[in-house]
């Protein structure tokens, strides 16, 4: 008797844990939300950010390909020959960041794709490499038009960073100690004369 009048005061005990839970849960959801959710916040902003970061003037997002930095660097050329630096300064600052982007974008993929398939990695890394070539050539442009505009202090820095990305012993590496010894900022010539590296060109 003692037992079978226990077992239903167990029940209604067991009865009213899982009505207090049921309860509980709606609220507890409401708090996992959030926490669900960012998971997904920090890889949304890359595409409203990659554009703005990259289209400054307004254009069209066609500009976020290797084709619109190359025009974007032309119509610095154009901006050069009419003597408009201001504008060259411009455009190359642009170009430059389109690069820079395309090559951040390319290598992110390439590690994405590293592992699961081959051939598509080393697609985008030589994407990676050929945007980063064109930045760097888009950095060395900049540094002749603030040269130009007799601004040294803002050359020298671009000029450094380009022998760090390409190597003093690259063509454009040397061409940009150059520009730095020319400006007095370095003292020894490299590469020496005689020495198995060829000459600069300017």
């Known amino acids: 008797m003692k037992f079978a009048l226990t077992v239903p005061n167990i029940s209604l005990a067991l009865l009213s844990v899982i009505v207090s839970l049921s309860l509980v849960s709606p609220g507890l959801a409401q708090v996992k939300l959030p926490s669900g959710s960012t998971q ?3 890889v ?3 595409e409203p950010d990659g554009i703005d ?3 400054p003037t307004g ?5 976020l390909s290797l084709d619109g930095g190359k025009r974007l660097m032309s119509e610095a050329g154009n901006a050069v020959s009419s003597q408009n630096y201001a504008l060259a300064e411009t455009k190359l600052k642009e170009a430059r960041l389109v ?4 090559s951040n974008f390319y290598q992110q993929l390439n590690s994405s794709f590293a592992g699961i398939d081959n051939r598509v990695a080393d697609s985008q890394r030589q994407k990676a490499l ?28 671009l000029l450094v960073q380009i022998i760090k990305s390409q190597n003093p012993s690259r063509e454009l590496g040397q061409k940009a100690y150059q ?7 370095v003292d020894s010539p490299y590469p020496r004369s005689g020495g198995n590296a060829s000459s ?3």
């Open 40 to 42: 997904v916040e920090p």
């Open 44 to 46: 949304q902003p890359i």
């Open 53 to 55: 970061t990259i289209n």
């Open 59 to 63: 254009q069209t997002s066609s500009v």
């Open 99 to 102: 690069f820079n982007q395309l």
């Open 130 to 157: 050929s945007a980063a070539q064109m930045r760097d050539e888009a950095t060395y442009q900049l540094a002749l038009v603030n040269r130009a505009q007799n601004k040294p202090e803002l050359a020298v820095p």
């Open 179 to 185: 520009q730095l010894f020319e400006l007095g900022f």
């Open 200 to 202: 600069p060109k300017k």
